[in-house]
Structure formats: C-alpha cells, structure tokens
C-alpha cells in the first residue's frame, strides 16, 4: 500500500509543473477574471478499497472554474458502493467534494447487507485535478460500529465524466 501511495504521490508532483501559474502570467495581467464556468450533470465511477474493494457508480453534478492557469472544481453526487462477495453489501452515498490540487470530501454512507446496516461518515483529504480525485477517506461509524466488512481506512479514486452541459452565468 506504502508503494501505491508513493507512486501516486510521485505522479501528481512529476505532472503538477504543467498546471502552475508561470512568472510572465502574473507580471503581464495582474486582475485575470475568472474564464470557461462549466456545470455538468456527470455520472461518477470510482474505486475505494483498503481491506475491502468496492465499486462505485453514480451521478453528479461537476462545476469548475478557472482563472489563468488555476483551477477549482466542485462536485455534488448520489451513488452507490457496491462490494460483491459472499454476501452483496450496498452503500447509498450522497456527498460533495471540492479540488484545485488538493481536494476535500465529506460523504454520508448507509452500508447494508439487508440483514445489518451502519450508518457512517466518511471526510476525505487528497489531491484532486478537473473531475479525478484521488483520496484518503476514515469512515465514522454513526450506527451499529460492529458492522463488518467497512474499511475503517480508505483510498478511494473517482472520475467524473460530464453527459450534459448546464447553463451557467458567468
């Protein structure tokens, strides 16, 4: 796990120098406005997994904005984490996360195998760029915290990918 991390970790740093703000970007327009608004309903996949895997599929919408050469992006969402094993267990997820290099997430997970359930809390903390984050997540338990078979830990990696553009003001 230690070697993914710094795998990851080593990406973001190699490709972050593409996305910095040059010195003649500032020296030539010091009141850059904000440019390209764009707000889409997107269906969201993902990825989260330490002991357990799950798969993750839902729908979104994903606002960015950028001004020069920086860019933030933020994402509301319903989905679904699905682990399928011996037994199937569902976790209906609503959440919101917001990136420009580093992103932050808070997600509301109802986990259940139809004969338990366990409410939990997840706030994450990683990097995030445009529509992909990549994140480090601890689940709260808020009911039943002997439910098994929740990471109490979790990477998880998610993309969002725009189906319908919204109309925005600027």
Known sequence: MKRFLTIILFIFCAISPLFG???TDST????VKPINPDK????????NFWENFYGELGVGVYRNRQSGYHFAGLAYFVSNEIKIDDKILIGPKAGVWIGGGLAFGLNLI???DFDESSLRFRPEIGMGLGNVKIVYGYNIPLTNKNFDRINKSNIGIAVMFGIKKIKTNP
């Open 28 to 31: 030539l327009n010091k009141s």
């Open 110 to 112: 109802y986990y259940t």
């Open 40 to 47: 889409n309903i997107s269906i969201l996949t993902g990825i």
């Open 21 to 23: 703000q040059s010195e």
